[in-house]
């Protein structure tokens, strides 16, 4: 495989370490070209990677499809791993198609309308769709015989695998699938109204704002609602504890559905924790117009409002060993097995003091970067395979949980039937 890293943030930079701890001796992985907007950032991680003279960097505009085309092909790019923000998602995904490269993400890229409809039918309230675009060009992919993987990531990810595991391996019926996304990570030194963006700024603005989709088909399909509907208190194993969780929008809902329907899935939601002051935080920010992506004028220079906000937050990869406890993410699953009703949360618990010490990066995005890393890897062994457009549930989720188990990325099962 050669690998082409377009975006070398936190995550990515977290993907290129576990590749290369899990393919020292070059066995699949040939030769990767790290590219950022700033060469100095793609430097500086290629640095990380303490001289091993398969990576190399690169200066690169996400958005520039020209640019991407060209790099990709000069470089001659047989896997394109997404890891810009997902604005650029779409031009990252059709660059690689006509390099004839295959292609993997850990998100897609999905706009609100501006007066959302909410309600029955997710395209009342957005254009486009997550996933519709990646999708929708899946036979073009497919008689091109070129692979793509979308939503390779945590959640979407790993989340995925543990959804067709228990699809195929618990239950007779799965009928029911709830993602769960939190933990107690925090920073026992922050002052009661200090405020902590874990991920990508951009990203959590996006989600938690976002009008929020839920997949229930005795209610007709794709429900949409307000920020921060379903709230709900999740009592998370491991000592976590209680979680005060919205629904946001998330793949999930809708590739859940795409791929394992056939099993009998009638319900899936997604839910994050998030704590008073983000939220608080969050409903300002909006208010204010703060999340837009039109320019103002500011003394006359026009300023894209989001792009204050995420540069005046602390960026994720300067959050670090200063953070203590865990991230938390998982699925609870309802189906039957043997005629009888079951429930299982199967999760995957990452302690921050354990990312630190192995990756150098916080919990959440090694998470994340571990989880992409691991498909990747199983794309380059050839192990996951085909023509056309696919997200995690369509594999065999035995080669992924077996390569989790081969590298210690811990998950785990728990069963919560209520006694009779």
């Not at 979407?156 to 769960?180: C, N, Q, S, W």
């Not at 976002?210 to 229930?216: A, F, G």
């Not at 969050?282 to 004028?297: A, F, H, N």
């Amino acid at each position: 495989m050669k690998l082409m890293l377009v975006g070398a943030g936190a995550v990515g930079e977290c993907i290129l370490k576990v590749l290369k701890y899990r393919d020292p001796e070059a066995k699949w992985l040939e030769e990767v070209l790290v590219c950022d907007y700033s060469l100095a950032r793609a430097e500086e991680v290629v640095a990380m990677l303490g001289g091993d003279a398969r990576f190399t960097a690169a200066q690169l505009n996400a958005l520039d499809f020209d640019a991407v085309l060209k790099t990709a092909k000069d470089f001659g790019a047989t896997f394109m791993m997404d890891g810009a923000p997902p604005f650029a998602c779409d031009t990252i995904f059709d660059a690689a198609f006509a390099a004839g490269a295959d292609y993997g993400n850990m998100g897609t890229w999905s706009e609100p309308l501006k007066n959302p409809a909410y309600g029955v039918g997710i395209e009342n309230s957005y254009n486009p769709v997550m996933t519709s675009h990646n999708f929708d060009n899946h036979e073009k992919w497919r008689e091109a015989g070129r692979l793509a993987v979308i939503c390779m990531g945590i959640d979407p990810g790993v989340v995925d695998v543990f959804a067709k595991y228990a699809a195929t391996e618990l239950f007779d019926e799965l009928h029911e699938i709830h993602v769960k996304d939190g933990g107690n990570l925090g920073d026992p030194n922050a002052g009661p109204d200090d405020i902590v963006f874990g991920f990508s700024v951009w990203t959590v603005l996006d989600e938690v704002m976002n009008p929020n989709v839920e997949y229930d088909e005795s209610r007709g399909g794709f429900i949409v609602e307000p920020a921060f509907a379903g709230e709900e208190v999740w009592e998370m194993p491991e000592g976590v504890g209680p979680q005060t969780m919205v629904k946001v929008e998330h793949e999930e809902t809708v590739i859940m559905p795409r791929y394992l329907k056939q099993y009998g899935l009638k319900r899936c939601s997604f839910k994050i924790g998030v704590d008073d002051n983000l939220r608080n935080a969050l409903k300002v920010i909006d208010k204010l117009g703060l999340r837009s992506l039109e320019p103002v004028k500011v003394n006359g220079v026009d300023v894209v409002p989001r792009d204050v906000v995420a540069a005046c937050a602390p960026p994720p990869q300067t959050l670090g060993a200063e953070l203590e406890g865990m991230m938390l993410v998982g699925i609870h699953v309802k189906g039957v097995k043997d005629g009888i009703a079951k429930e299982y949360f199967i999760y995957q618990p990452f302690p921050n003091d354990q990312s630190m010490e192995r990756w150098g990066a916080q919990a959440v995005v090694a998470q994340t970067g571990f989880g992409a890393a691991l498909s990747i890897e199983l794309i380059g062994r050839g192990i996951w395979k085909d023509a056309g457009v696919y997200s995690n549930e369509y594999f065999d989720p035995k080669p992924y949980l077996d390569l989790m188990d081969e590298s210690g990325f811990e998950w785990k099962v728990i069963e919560l039937t209520p006694k009779a």
